[in-house]
């Protein structure tokens, strides 16, 4: 009974803020969240790596892993998506391979990591969260775009967050208690506002190719937890990383990858994101709570 307490202590608070996201999104469709998605980019993200990678215990060498980890987690996850846009008889699998292979490890994984395990939880989620960031703004505008873009690489705040929290950790810097408590208040009120743009973003994002995105969110939502745990089993983890890394893979089809699409790609694919988002997010109320479960049993 104590584990299915602590699965909802967990799951709960995550769902009930994307809820409030649903119900404002329904209430009021045009509900600006503009000011949520510029907080969120050029303040509350690099807050919130700078707080939980320097702040909540872990080292540089479990940064550096984890970090590793889930770029081997990106790679198993290409190698999965490619075949299954071909399956689909895609025209343009370069511009729909994002929604595959680039996970939601932020708006959804890292609360839920938090509330799973604690503060240490926190620290691993964010270390994966830094590679998804670093390719939403490199290999995803790259794919978006069939192009290589190195400006927006430099005009993205995270990108800095993450050179200078790997170099606090490096160097073993013990910052400041004013800068902790802020970076910590900015994340709590970021992981609020993301959690409900998320709601909101499911009320506007429609699903254009059902069984398209049917089957794209199936291959997301089935093939992450197996790869996680894979490499779980191949490089012998084990205790609260491991199952961060198995909730980490496990996650949807991040938001991010819309924002990005309808930026850099035809209206046909920013369509086809978008279902994918939608749908594997909506499986993911689903499957996220069985992978919770077993990552409490099993990785604690």
Request: charged residues 10%; glycine residues 6%.
């Amino acid at each position: 009974m104590e584990i299915y307490i602590k699965l909802f202590e967990v799951l709960f608070p995550v769902f009930f803020v994307i809820g409030i996201g649903y119900f404002l999104g329904k209430k009021n469709p045009k509900i600006d969240t503009t000011f949520i998605t510029n907080f969120a980019a050029n303040i509350g993200t690099p807050s919130m790596i700078i707080y939980a990678v320097t702040s909540t215990g872990i080292t540089f060498d479990i940064f550096k892993d984890y970090f590793w980890y889930y770029l081997l987690a990106i790679i198993a996850f290409a190698l999965v998506g490619i075949p299954t846009l071909f399956f689909l008889k895609t025209k343009d699998i370069i511009r729909e391979l994002p929604p595959l292979i680039l996970p939601n490890t932020g708006n959804m994984g890292i609360p839920i990591c938090l509330f799973a395990y604690g503060t240490e939880g926190l620290g691993v989620s964010a270390s994966i969260t830094s590679i998804i960031i670093l390719f939403h703004f490199t290999i995803g505008v790259f794919l978006a775009d069939r192009k290589f873009n190195l400006n927006v690489i430099l005009k993205n705040p995270p990108f800095y967050a993450i050179i200078l929290s790997a170099f606090i950790l490096y160097n073993d810097i013990t910052l400041p208690t004013v800068i902790i408590n802020t970076t910590e208040w900015l994340m709590f009120a970021t992981i609020f506002l993301i959690l409900m743009s998320l709601g909101i973003a499911l009320i506007r994002l429609k699903v254009f190719s059902f069984y398209k995105a049917i089957v794209a969110s199936l291959t997301r939502m089935i093939f992450g937890p197996i790869i996680g745990l894979l490499l779980i089993y191949y490089f012998n983890l084990n205790g609260f990383a491991a199952g961060v890394l198995l909730i980490q893979c496990s996650m949807p089809s991040a938001v991010l990858n819309y924002l990005v699409a309808s930026i850099y790609s035809p209206k046909k694919i920013i369509d086809s994101v978008a279902s994918t988002i939608v749908v594997s997010t909506l499986m993911s109320f689903l499957t996220i709570p069985i992978v919770v479960f077993f990552a409490l049993k099993y990785f604690n």
